[in-house]
């Protein structure tokens, strides 16, 4: 049947599954929007109030829900607004499918109104970019994105197509998803060299990544590590790959990472990287990192093979795939003495935090409590954040939501309103400090004008908490431009676009808060008052070895 190219997309869209978009309407896609328009009653369109806001909600609906998230905006200010929104799934490899208008095509390159390169803007942050000039490749071209966001390691991927071809008209015929399988990379040498460096170690050491949840490996991991006996480290992006109350869990690692995590890495003989890319937030001093142990890295991106830490050996391939075929040869292991001595360091080095007042730790662990740590939580960045990794405990994948590679501030209530919509059954609470929230708070408006029922819990501090932070222990507590207290009521802010609002500011509050919060079923927004000098431990500083790990109490 002959359809226009605005047509095909919608049509493209239904084929991939696709229920929900995210964007901003404006004049080079007005053809798409109108079909839109159409198509109302088969495909929901969430306006948000910025197109940043856009692709982070589609960021959170993919990472919340598994499947590709989508995006739209106009041309020129339009698409480059979604542009920290594509280099935030870029990082965190999360599927999502850009699509962008720009002038017609007889137009490009003469600097018409509107007119940007978009393709040309995000090729450094997309797994692959398309301009489409032709409207009879539209159909195999979306087909192609959203095959490449989703296949191996995953990640955003813009298709920019000209005003003209949204108007034009070719033959369409529908096709069924296209899947692209990856050739297996890993031979049956790579898995005995693996299996040689396990059985050979007395004290191994597995430290879990975004890897784990991305290939749906949960399972197969916790298999892998009661089989090993061995204790379980993750990264900001790892957690809920493994269950965060299971006696073999340390804790995160890194430069906010628990004693227990970095010091036992620091001790093992067999560093088991699964799905994780040696984060610079977790190596440290690259030079004295796991400087006992031999490292095997499994990841489906041979990219990151030997990138950032020397390995001993490597098997490349799918988490899921290749821990099944792991634990299919292993032999069940005992290592009291080692997981033993892990379970001292967990003993000795709790975390902790002061007690006496309101704090974001003891906010976190309340709601953990409220919820049954049943809850999807989204973060923006900063000390909350950390203190969201560190204090509730996820035992479900696809339950904590953050900009770990990139560090978005103002990601957290997009990327909020994107997994309520993804997943309305569940309880969904974005964590953000006062810094972030404002910066792009306006996405209250989404959630009210569609009555989504988020939790924005806002931590103010007032002040930049993280680099306030940095500025009392390595600045000499010269506090340049990071002080914001000013004459902003959030409260007032958060009626004013249409939500609930509560203010708490004594730890007797919280809990009731909490529950009120999820009783009213509505966009309401908490305000939590807390100090300015509260600060994130353990803590690692820049440029040392994550064995030189040291909290509140080193401090002193």
Known sequence: MELTGSQIVMECLLEQGVDTVFGYPGGTILN??????????????????????????????????????????????????????????????VPMVAITANVNLPLL??????EVDIAGVTMPITKHGYIVKDVTTLADTLRNAFAIARSGRPGPVLVDITKDVTAAKCEYSASKPLERKLPVRFTDDDIKTALDLIEGSKKPFIYAGGGVVISGASKELAEFARKLDAPVCDTLMGKGGFDGTDPLYTGMIGMHGTKASNLGVSECDLLIAIGARFSDRVIGNAAKFAPKAKVLHIDIDPAEINKNIKTSASVIGDVKEVLTILNSH????????????????????????????LTCPYIIEKLYEVTKGQAIITTDVGQHQMWAAQYYKYSKPRTFLSSGGLGTMGYGLGACIGAKVGCPDKIVCNIGGDGCFRMNMNELATASRYDIPIIQIVINNSVLGMVRQWQTLFYGGRYSNTVLKDKVDFCKVAEALGCEAIKVTRKEEVEDALKRAIEMKAPVVIECVIDSDDKVFPMVSPGAAISDVFDADDLE
């Open 32 to 93: 798409i929007y109108d079909e839109l328009y159409k198509y109302k009653d088969k495909i929901r369109h969430i306006l948000t109030s910025h197109e940043q806001g856009a692709a982070h909600a589609a960021d959170g609906y993919a990472r919340a829900t598994g499947k590709v998230g989508v995006c739209l905006a106009t041309s020129g200010p339009g698409a480059t607004n979604l542009v920290t929104g594509i280099a935030t799934a870029y990082m965190d490899s």
């Open 109 to 114: 390159g003469k600097d018409t109104f509107q």
């Open 330 to 357: 292993l032999k069940q292991a005992k290592r009291p003495e080692w997981t033993g001595h892990i379970g001292a360091l967990k003993d000795e080095y709790p975390l902790k935090y002061d007690t006496t007042g």
